[in-house]
């Protein structure tokens, strides 16, 4: 019963901040937190860099992921230690690969791509979690179980995801087909719930000139698909169900990655298949490939008030709003748009 409540918590917690974020985050006024000055100009103007809500839902998207494995893996009595040692190590491996794949795919030095680093996430991951099992939780004398760790992160990626596209929505980027260039059906079906991005700073303005234009929601959608993947998936785990906990979190998030991908009317490099779909495609031939010959670890059920403890404690919590700063010092500092500034003071206010 514990289980079905924490579900339905989730469940609240995502159809209350989707609603508000699909009506608020595609104005204007829901792009940039802050702008900070940096260098002084002429005539006592200063140039500032922009700090944007696209770092402040990608961190806590980030956060919140972190946040899903530790409570799970907690919940089956994995040291905090050992859970956090696999993610930090994923993460830096991960986070810088969204850049890296996005300018070997796009040939853009500054944008970034959940797909090519969730992509890469897939490929390491196996090899992550038995190297640490060998190299550190040896020496330490703790243990991550395989399937179980491989199944917290494909949950916590689809909340990642879910989240994420609250990122795409604020900035304007990873946008849909203008809605009268796609099938007759999604346009009925999506048709009175279409994004219009006006502002020039929006992705889908500056780089496709679709200002004012209604274009398709695929970022709510994706967030909506990925939201119930990863839901779907802590049910499953808190039932010790670790198979499917992380077959279906992972089928869903990159079979619709693929899917998708054929709404959208951003630039995915060249070719009529793109990479970010063989890269979803590939993603799911891997972790089918690695359950075929991996068995899940023998444990006891999931006790979800022990894994409530571990993701408490004062460690985790510091831990996470470290990580939340560094993600959001990352990316959240917009190098596609600046700032131009000027001080003055309220003469009728000395």
Not at 47 to 73: D, H, K, P, Q
Not at 100 to 115: D, L, N
Request: proline share 4%; hydrophobic share 55%; with cysteine.
């Amino acid at each position: 019963m514990s289980s079905i409540l924490f579900v339905v918590a989730l469940a609240t917690f995502f159809a209350l901040l989707f609603s508000w974020g699909f009506r608020k985050l595609p104005r204007d006024d829901w792009q940039f937190m802050a702008t900070v000055p940096m260098q002084r100009l002429s005539q006592g103007s200063w140039r500032g860099i922009n700090l944007t809500y696209y770092g402040f839902f990608n961190a806590s998207a980030c956060v919140f992921s972190c946040a899903i494995v530790i409570l799970l893996m907690g919940s089956i009595a994995v040291p905090l230690s050992a859970s956090l040692g696999v993610v930090v190590a994923l993460l830096l491996i991960c986070i810088p690969a969204a850049k890296i794949v996005a300018r070997v795919v796009e040939g853009k030095r500054h944008t970034f791509t959940v797909g090519g680093a969730s992509f890469v996430g897939f490929l390491v991951l196996p090899l992550l979690v038995p190297a640490f099992n060998s190299f550190v939780g040896h020496r330490f004398g703790v243990r991550v179980p395989f399937v179980q760790m491989l199944a917290a992160i494909a949950i916590a990626y689809a909340f990642g995801e879910a989240l994420g596209r609250l990122a795409c929505i604020s900035f304007g980027c990873c946008y849909g087909k203008l809605i009268w260039h796609v099938p007759a059906v999604i346009q009925r079906t999506l048709g009175n719930a279409c994004f219009v991005f006006r502002a020039h700073t929006k992705k889908a303005a500056y780089e496709s000139e679709l200002s004012g234009q209604p274009l398709v929601p695929i970022q709510a959608v994706t967030a909506i698909v990925s939201a119930l993947a990863g839901l779907g998936g802590v049910l499953l785990f808190l039932s010790s169900q670790w198979t499917a906990a992380l077959l279906v979190p992972v089928v869903v998030t990159q079979l619709w990655r693929a899917l998708s991908e054929t709404l959208r009317a951003d630039y995915r490099g060249g070719g009529r298949i793109s990479a970010y779909q063989i890269m979803a495609l590939a993603s799911l031939g891997c972790a089918l490939a690695v359950l075929a010959f991996a068995v899940p670890t023998e444990i006891g059920a999931p006790n979800l008030i022990s894994g409530l403890q571990t993701l408490t404690t004062t460690t985790s919590i510091l831990i996470l709003e470290g990580l939340w700063v560094a993600v959001f010092l990352y990316l959240g500092r917009s190098s596609v748009t600046t700032a131009r500034m000027s001080f003055h003071v309220v003469r009728d206010r000395i």
